[in-house]
């Protein structure tokens, strides 16, 4: 059964740092691209960033609002994902969900989620 | 960026109605779209990739068309697990791309 699981949120002051964490089984974590997306409270979904296959030497990609202060990375001994925040803001609070990416007839999607993990951003 | 603009953004519905989504993109991105169902307080569920095809497990009365810039999500027959608020996404380019969701409640 493909499981993902977040752990790590919490509250942080502005201009402080916390490290997500994305737990998956069920799956080989090396073949697939895996997303991280958040949700603010009472708004719509909003995709923050990717980390590619191994195949695709596990590249990855940022939203514009996240970039050079978050970094995607993987542990392929532990089939974890991570997200390493820095510099964090009153705007990033949210629920970040980690989520297993699929690709079939040249679409990506994503096909399985963890329950996500609150970080709120406070003073 | 690629804008997807759904709409409604609220619909109220009967069990039993006939209902139907329009996510709509700002510049063409084939067949790459997905779309989402999420209730409240849960992650979001996949129930249509590559704009049309049907997930695995998801009932048959949700269906998705469209490539290009127009693309629908319909419920053929509206069920009480139904209600919830539904998300097109965009993964044709970066930075990937949702739609402001529309939120489907009891009539």
């Known amino acids: 059964e493909v499981q993902l699981a977040e752990s790590g949120g919490g509250l942080v002051q502005p201009g402080g740092s916390l490290r997500l964490s994305c737990a998956t089984s069920g799956f080989t974590f090396s073949d697939h691209y895996i997303d991280w997306v958040r949700q603010a409270p009472g708004k719509g979904l909003e995709w923050v960033s990717r980390?590619?296959?191994?195949?695709?030497?596990?590249?990855?990609e940022y939203a514009a609002s996240v970039k050079g202060r978050f970094t995607i990375s993987r542990d392929a001994s532990e089939n974890s994902l991570y997200l390493q925040m820095n510099s964090l803001k009153t705007e990033d609070t949210a629920v970040y969900y980690c989520a297993r990416v699929r690709w079939a007839q040249g679409s990506s999607s994503c096909d399985y989620w963890g329950q996500g993990t609150l970080v709120t951003v406070s003073s | 960026d690629i804008q997807l603009t759904q709409s409604p953004s609220f619909l109220s519905a009967s069990v039993g109605d006939r209902v139907t989504i329009t996510c709509r993109a700002s510049?063409?991105?084939?067949?790459?779209l997905a779309w989402y169902q999420q209730k409240s307080g849960k992650a979001p569920k996949l129930l249509i990739y590559a704009a049309s095809t049907l997930q695995s497990g998801v009932p048959s009365r949700f269906s998705g068309s469209g490539s290009g810039t127009e693309f629908t999500l319909t419920i053929s027959s509206l069920q009480p697990e139904d209600f919830a608020t539904y998300y097109c996404?965009?993964?044709?380019?970066?930075?990937?791309?949702f739609g402001g969701g529309t939120k489907v409640e009891i009539k």
């Open positions: 510049q063409g991105i084939s067949s790459i």
């Open positions: 980390t590619r296959n191994k195949t695709k030497g596990y590249t990855t």
């Open positions: 996404q965009q993964l044709n380019s970066f930075p990937l791309t």
